[in-house]
């Protein structure tokens, strides 16, 4: 294939999105019986405050994509305090004596992932769009949260309901919610691979592990099986950039660069696997969206392409296209 991909960023006057266009034919593997439907677009997005309008659906449903791939914070799940230097209750600061984030309860994060389902523009899209997801912190519970929060159990079904996955999902069942999913006729499939995070990561600042052991050992089965036309892998952090490196100490984002073994061990998957037409798509904690191109790095064409929050606004306004990506 080329390497140039279609790049379609769908702009409301609050919002910026990324889309891709992908000629392929649809047929997951749960419903190989079916009969084969032409996919020609797959959007992505995060960060979709439950609380908030959320008129971009509108411009999604008219861009009608097949699939719909949910990167993280879908709600925003956990209650967030006021920044307060100074005070009684102060949550920022070296005086800093009580949490800014402290979690819902599990009738709160219900009620939330209620108000996003029944938003009458977000339930259009599921009446004719297969949707899919995984989470980042605000949905999984805590801000910045990993594997010592202890209601990530509540948390994975609250958002496998809100998924609609079947109850005998083996999703259901494992330890986090990565998952993968393979659409199209063989010969021009595409698998999408979806990371979870948060469920295995250890504290920020150990250089620990972000995947956990069992999560790496299916990442790998993933990526060496039979053969896609393309890959796309979905993070809710970003892998490539390590902004901390430049605002630390005064604060900190969470990115695979905090975790430099981690980060390495995947590129070097990536580069033994040799994926074929690899994609990765990923949250961006600023109101930046980028498209990366790391041949370089894996000697075969790598792109990297982010998304940032469903509501904010993007300034100045952007659009851009290229060329369709063929398989």
């Not at 609250?158 to 999703?171: C, G, N």
Request: glycine share 8%.
């Amino acid at each position: 294939m080329g390497r140039s991909v279609l790049e379609l960023w769908l702009l409301w006057s609050v919002v910026m999105r990324v889309m891709i266009a992908l000629p392929i034919a649809y047929s997951a593997s749960s419903t190989s019986s079916q009969e084969a439907l032409l996919v020609s677009r797959i959007a992505f997005g995060s960060c979709a405050n439950q609380s908030a309008p959320q008129p971009i659906w509108n411009a999604i449903i008219d861009f009608d994509p097949q699939i719909f791939i949910w990167l993280g914070d879908n709600i925003y799940g956990d209650v967030r305090h006021p920044f307060k230097l100074f005070g009684k209750e102060r949550t920022i600061g070296p005086w800093k004596n009580v949490p800014r984030f402290i979690p819902s309860s599990e009738q709160e994060m219900q009620s939330r992932y209620k108000k996003t389902k029944t938003n009458p523009g977000y339930s259009r899209l599921l009446e004719k769009t297969k949707v899919i997801g995984t989470w980042d912190d605000h949905d999984y519970g805590l801000n910045d949260a990993g594997k010592e929060f202890n209601g990530k159990i509540t948390s994975q079904r609250l958002l496998l309901d809100f998924l609609d996955e079947p109850q005998d999902s083996p999703r259901r069942k494992q330890a986090g919610v990565y998952t993968s999913y393979t659409f199209g006729p063989v010969g021009r499939q595409i698998k999408v691979i979806l990371l979870d995070t948060r469920y295995h990561r250890d504290p920020l600042f150990s250089d620990g592990s972000i995947l956990g052991s069992s999560q790496w050992t299916w990442l790998e089965s993933e990526l060496k099986g039979p053969a896609s036309a393309l890959t796309i892998i979905g993070s809710s952090i970003q892998v490539i950039s390590n902004l901390s490196a430049i605002t630390g100490p005064i604060f900190y984002l969470e990115c695979w660069g905090r975790f430099p073994k981690e980060r390495e061990r995947l590129f070097k998957l990536i580069a033994d696997s040799k994926v074929i037409n690899l994609l990765f798509e990923l949250q961006i904690r600023f109101h930046v969206a980028y498209f990366q191109f790391c041949a370089a790095i894996f000697n075969y064409d790598l792109i990297f392409c982010g998304t940032r929050n469903l509501l904010r606004q993007f300034s100045p306004p952007y659009s851009g296209s290229g060329e369709q990506l063929t398989i």
